[in-house]
């Protein structure tokens, strides 16, 4: 350790409350996505603080994007400091947005309350906890190094709970998250404090509709109802997909446990009338059923593997069942993304967990997607990893909180990371 990097380790213990106040401020910007609140004000909020540090702040609104409108911009913030000379570029990207409240909050969910060492709110874990941690994490480092070579970048980002599409994708099919521009990408998201995620696996969501034909209740026989129609489908599900999937392990490292296998959920089904007119019994014959499936797969697993099985099954029934018509719809596609565990950025965050931690980093993987896939295919840039404060299984949750401990010490480590790998020698 450097002198210069343990004054900047001092100083972040001496920023603790900066670092909590940071956060309650990113909280109380109500970032709910859908529909994309306040982004803008979030954005030129961070925008502010850094270009306090001479960083150079740029706004990239996604003009085109799905949801973006006058009403809800999708606004990102980029910021950049160029050091005292030649040298990689470290980035620390945060997503801006937060899902739903939903029900069940004992603490209102956009004051950033403190209590028992923690700050509570909606996105406080998933990731402004994070986001405040690497900000604390670069102002200390260029307030003790400020001659540090290459550059330091922190973005946040919008609409990484939609998919990223106004968000990171935007940005990085413009060049921003690719090289030589950028060299090192830390996504803070909240991994927990002593693991390193190299990667994620994929996601397939599509929707399917079986048809049938509208008629009186009383006389079935003379329609034809898609709702018995889909519970074939299911049943297939039941009896071939769901084994496959079960016997199928992956090689990543992924947690918790359960999702080292291949996962699919069913996440709705609608059939039949009556849903515009709640509570008054409609006695039809359902002529359309749909569900929506949520297919999680490994690296191992190819999205065309994916698709086929499913559309397999249904183009079997089409065959062997009487009068089964189907339509099937992609609403989003994105392969399993994964980072070299040798590469730099993962070696320097591992090292320095032992360092800070004093305990032996976890390489892990997250069951769910994050903005990496789009690093890594549209920038093609494969040194990525997600490191930040905060328990995963409390991201979307009532009463989600974010550890001040764990944000010093994701902060540190952050430092470390930035110092090391701007001085890394090749
Ligand atoms: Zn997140």
Sequence with gaps: ???????????????????????????????????????????????????????????????????????????????????????????????????????????????????????????????????????????????????????????????????????????AERGWFSTPRVDHVVIPEPLNVDRVCIGHRGVWWAQIETKGRIAHGSMPFLGDSAIRHMTTVLERFEQELYPALAKRISDMPVVPDGARQSTMNINSIHGGQGEAHAGLPTPCVADSCRVIIDRRFLIEESLEQVRSEVVDILENLAMSRPYFRYDIREILAVPASISDKNGPVATTTAAAIEEILAVEPAIVCSPGTYDQKHIDRIGKLKDCVAYGPGQLDLAHQPDEWVGIEDMTAAAKVMALVASRLLRRTA
């Design 1 to 171: 350790m450097t002198p210069t990097l343990q004054q900047a380790l001092d100083r972040i213990d001496d920023r603790v409350d900066d670092l909590v106040e940071l956060t309650r401020d990113l909280i109380r910007f109500p970032t709910i996505n859908p529909p994309g609140e306040a982004y803008q004000p979030c954005a030129e909020y961070i925008g502010k603080r850094l270009s306090k540090r001479d960083f150079d702040v740029e706004y990239v609104r996604a003009v085109g994007a799905p949801g973006d409108s006058d009403a809800y911009p999708r606004v990102n913030v980029i910021a950049r400091r160029d050091g005292s000379g030649p040298g990689p570029c470290v980035h620390f990207n945060g997503h801006l947005d937060v899902v739903e409240v939903g029900s069940g909050w004992t603490v209102p969910p956009f004051d950033g309350v403190v209590k028992d060492n923690k700050v509570y709110g909606r996105g406080a874990c998933d990731m402004k906890g994070g986001l405040a941690s690497a900000i604390i994490a670069v102002e200390a480092l260029i307030d003790s190094d400020p001659d540090y070579p290459g550059a330091i970048e922190i973005s946040g980002t919008v609409d990484e709970e939609s998919g990223g599409f106004g968000g990171v994708a935007f940005l």
